[in-house]
């Protein structure tokens, strides 16, 4: 008894069995999703899936969600994700570490407000500025001959565009907290602002990218109303093709939590890739101390 | 042929001037060590010669060449900075190789003076290791490879080993002494320590509120400081100082601080007749302040009545906090001195080392 109060009262311990039940509650919806995926549809509607989680050996499994959503297109949504996510990631990524840099290390004319004007971008919503950015686009395809809607390359340009208030502003809070003696040192070295950049700024600011990585590609391959409202139903994207799954009246479910459990693999590769950039401390012994 | 010139330099900062108009300049091979306290605009003024601030009004010269805007890459300089700057993601190798590689110098070239320069600086072993696995004086030593590597006209070191332990500290400056007859190189040194001032500088440059007050070699700056706060500043402890009056007292003139009189020797009183009946400051280093009974032969001791504040030993010598009237003052005697706290005595003024300053102007009289 003693014994056990004294362990309990160890702080380790205790925030150890804090993380259990947050990872266990967390990872219980994902659980019954994978599950109900793969309970036979006649079983899924008569029992909640925890009674397969209790009773695995009685339990029939099978396949038949994942072949329908696979048949249904699923893959080529996946390719289609993929296609959208991977440069509406990149893009970003690239233009604001390159306005962070100016805005951390130049100095220009009306800087301040430039970058007062740029945070305050970020409290307009989305939504509603959908429809006016996709006449503009639709005007200038037609004045240019350049067909954008419909592409992926328009999804890139939205989601670029609306990322970058909040990426500018992350990456120059970041950069803001690199030692400026580096790029003087740097300067006297004999690096412009483009080698300074490429060689110093942006492999120490790998954790600030990488989380804004990580942030930027799960908005992206979790979105749903600009893939709708601008790449359309040519080329589908995942979570366009789970919502046609479902049906019209919400009866292909089984098949959604199928089609639901391909979309969420690579995310997770993608955070467990990138998760060790969140706990390392790059900067660590460059200046004093 | 590498000199630099600073000419009329002026740096302002919005309404404050950083750097006041400043003169001088350093010839090729020298160490110039700028020194003062700290937000005196010693840092800002090495800061120009690098590129790194731009300069209000003035002119800066390396060689014959004015560098007012011309990039700091282009100036062919190496600095050192008081953080070290090492980048952090380079290995030590390639931290000293960063700027020869930007030069495009081959690869060849750059181990060979990578190599030699760690081999100078004795951290051949650390070459492959990344700048968090350093010490502070291995860092510092990285430093200072980094700039040994560009082979520059002009080093700048800005406070490089203040961040290191006193021990550390006292082998580096040799170090880095060694390193300036090494290379034979200009060096231009920033800190506000006077001690690494005195003991590495072919010359020093006495810098406070953006002014320069003095520059000469370290012996002259210590013997004739040209005005009250270089006389305060350079020493350690500092000069003795005595607001006082000149008097003309028969055919000698004194020194009279209202507490003691002390006459000036006849050889030494010709430039101050003019002064006499103005007031000044009486300036005596504490070395030149004598136990009676350990005075030495020689010199031109005058007695000053005085009570033993406090005393501290110091093995080689010991130093005497002593009173007269309203004036503290130090003394640094010889360590068989017998003088207790509490004690009345007196003690000789060595008058052949003494300063003695305009009050209004603090400039020396001479």
Redesign the interface.
Known sequence: MNRITHILRDQKLGSALGMLVLVVLWSMPTLGLLITSLRPSSVAEISPWWEALFNPLSTVWTLDAYQNSLDSGMLASLINTIAVTVPATILPLMIAANAAYAFTFLNFKGKEFFFAMLVALMVIPLQSSLIPVLRGMVAFQKAFHIPLTGTYASAWVVHSAFAMPLAIYIFRNYMMTL?K??I?????????NY?IFW??IL??SVPALASFAIFQFLWVWNDYLIAFVFVGEQKAVMTYRLLRLLGQYGQGWRDVAAGSFISLIIPLLVFFGLQRYFVRG???????? | MTSVTYENVVKKFGEMTAVDNINFHVDDKEFLVLVGPSGCGKTTALRLL???EEISSGEIKIGDRVVNDV???DRD???V?????????LSVYDNMA??LK??KVNKDEIKRRVTEAADVLGITDLLQR?????S?GQ?QRVAVG?AIV?EPKVFLFDEPLS?LDAKLRVQMRAEISKLHQRLQTTFIYVTHDQTEAMTMATRIAVINKGKLQQIDTPQNLYDHPGNLFVAGFIGSPAMNFFPGKLRKDGDKIVVDTGDFVVPIPAAKAAPYKPHTDKDIIFGIRPENIHDADFVPPNIDAEKVAVKVDVTELMGNEIFLYLVSGKNTFVARVDPRSKLRVGQQAQVMFDMDNFHIFDASTEEAIR
Do not use: C, T, W
């Not at chain 1, 790059?282 to 101390?289: I, N």
């Not at chain 2, 990344?130 to 350093?134: D, G, N, S, V």
């Open positions: 030692p003696e580096l003087e040192a740097a300067r006297v070295d004999g690096a412009s080698q060689q110093l492999p120490m790059l900067l660590a012994g460059s200046v004093k101390g | 690098a590129g790194l990039a700091p890459k300089i190496a600095m900075f008081q953080s070290y700057a090492l980048y952090p993601h960063f700027g930007l030069r990344k700048p968090r696995q350093l502070g860092r980094r560009r961040n």
